[in-house]
């Protein structure tokens, strides 16, 4: 199940875990990414708290929890190489994995049309 | 500056929309942060090939002496500037500060001798005050007059000279900070060989109704990018050159400012025409005894980038805390983070590892010489 949220991130929910990552759309605004920092995995977040930081030449920026849980997993790689963030958002630039407490919750979340028509 | 007014717009602004840039609200100005290069690439570009970059939002203002002698110009100016005017040859720039009575800095500038008057260009956010100033101080013996009809572009990178020599043969000859008057299109233009990248390159003061046909010829050559203010700023921070509001200001003298080398050996102690202007007192008393803190170059030892306001601290712990950050981002031709920032002197000396406050954390960074890269001016 792919959901998304109003500040673009996307989440791949399988099993009551969703992977998370930002898209296309929040990579492209962004610009080339030069450093991002990961939660370590057992850390909870509610849905909103800062979970990540990504930040280009200009700027920092922070990705937020999309949903109440705890990280299971994050993505070593795009600490490593920050771009694969820019040349691939909804895939291997995914930035890490939560358990959801409330699998529910997902479904309040947008579906891919209703965000393609909130970037439009 | 108020908020609520109208941005006012440069005459290429039509250009940079139409190059897919994305713009912004830079000191009253609608201004082009990026274009669809990005200010990664645009930043790189820059420094391996050329970038044109808009910056016709600065004031240029020109001070001719009503005695008709250019000398007594420079001798009225000297009395805003702690730099040796006078000594400026024809043809010839040089970098000044225009500071205020407590020893702060008005603003920074820089200063042409054009042989019958001087051309000055002056930052976007200070120039209607630097041009109050400009008359109410030598207003009796000099005229001062804006120049609300001209452009400013700069192009920079390696590739500059090859390009605008195309153009205008006469400015491959130049040196750095000098200054020519030669026609492009058809036009005079005033150029510089100067800038703000750490690379060598121009500055063209070139007559609005001809800016965009300009703008439109350099990029029309193989090489030539536009660049955007988001660039300008990781250029000219990795190049260790300060931004005005943010490394200097009325709260920073210039001595604190590391800047001692825009302050002449001839407007000093014992110099020809030692202080006469405002705040002298103070700044010549630094320069002779050093000031409390210093501007310095701080290179983080990891990854994240430490970014202006950040606090400095002298313990790992966030003990003592020492300064702050004026400008941090990250440097695309160093490959990481680079700041600049003010500490006391104690903790001032190239090494030095002190503490930034970054999301709760404390990052080492080292007090590092500036620049970051060495730059490439044509001496």
């Avoid at chain 1, 929040?26 to 979970?51: I, M, T």
């Avoid at chain 2, 009225?76 to 040089?94: C, S, T, W």
């Avoid at chain 2, 931004?243 to 800047?259: C, K, Q, R």
Wanted: aromatic letters at 6%; glycine letters at 10%.
């Amino acid at each position: 199940m792919l959901k998304f949220t109003s500040e673009h991130e996307w989440l791949k929910i399988e099993n009551g875990v969703a992977t998370v990552g930002i898209t296309t759309h929040a990579a492209e605004q962004l610009g080339d990414l030069v450093f991002v920092e990961l939660p370590a995995a057992g850390k909870s977040f509610a849905k909103g708290a800062d979970a990540a930081t990504v930040e280009s030449v200009k700027a920092a920026s922070e990705v937020y929890c999309p949903l109440d849980g705890e990280i299971v997993e994050s993505n070593d790689a795009i600490t490593a190489d920050p771009s694969l963030v820019n040349s691939d958002p909804q895939g291997a630039g995914w930035f890490f994995k939560l358990k959801l407490a409330n699998p529910a919750d997902a479904d309040d979340l947008l579906d891919e049309a209703a965000y393609k028509e909130l970037i439009a | 500056m108020d908020d609520q007014s109208p941005l006012l717009k440069t005459p290429l602004h039509a250009l940079h929309v139409s190059l897919g840039a994305r713009m912004v609200p830079f000191a009253g100005y609608d201004m082009p942060v990026q274009y669809p290069l990005g200010v990664l690439k645009e930043h790189l570009h820059t420094r391996a090939h050329a970038g044109l970059f808009d910056v016709s939002h600065m004031g240029q203002v020109i001070v001719r002496a009503r005695s008709g002698n250019n000398a007594d110009a420079a001798l009225a100016l000297e009395k805003l500037v702690p730099v040796d005017v006078a000594g400026l040859g024809i043809g010839r720039q040089r970098y000044g500060l225009f500071t205020n009575d407590d020893g702060g800095i008005l603003d920074d500038l820089m200063i042409t001798n054009r042989g019958d008057h001087l051309f000055l260009v002056v930052n976007a956010a200070c120039k209607e005050a630097d041009f109050a100033h400009l008359e109410k101080h030598l207003g009796a013996s000099c005229e001062v007059t804006p120049i609300r009809d001209r452009s400013l572009l700069a192009l920079q990178g390696p590739k500059a000279e090859a390009a605008l020599a195309s153009l205008a043969p006469a400015v491959a000859s130049m040196k750095f900070m000098d200054v020519i008057a030669t026609p492009i299109l058809g036009v005079e233009c005033i150029i510089s060989r100067s800038g703000y990248s750490g690379e060598d390159g121009y500055e063209i003061s070139v007559p609005d109704e001809t800016a965009e046909a300009l703008a439109n010829a350099l990029l029309a050559i193989d090489g030539v990018e536009p660049i955007g203010l988001g660039a300008r700023d990781s250029l000219r921070l990795e190049a260790g050159l300060c931004l005005y509001g943010n490394d200097i200001d009325t709260g920073t003298t210039p001595v604190e400012a590391a800047l001692e080398w825009a302050m002449q050996k001839a407007r000093r102690i014992g110099g020809a025409r030692a202080g006469g202007f405002p705040g002298a007192d103070r700044i010549l008393a630094e320069l002779d005894k050093g000031a409390s803190r210093r501007r310095v170059g701080l290179k983080p030892e990891g990854k994240a980038p430490v970014r202006g306001h950040t606090k400095l601290y002298a313990d790992e712990n966030g003990g003592s805390e020492l300064g702050e950050v004026t400008s941090g981002g990250f440097g695309p031709t160093v490959e990481g983070p680079v700041a600049m920032g003010y500490l006391p002197v104690g903790h001032a000396a190239n090494g030095t590892t002190v503490y930034a406050e970054v999301r709760g954390k404390y990052l080492p960074v080292t007090v590092t010489a500036l620049p970051f890269i060495t730059p490439t001016y044509k001496r």
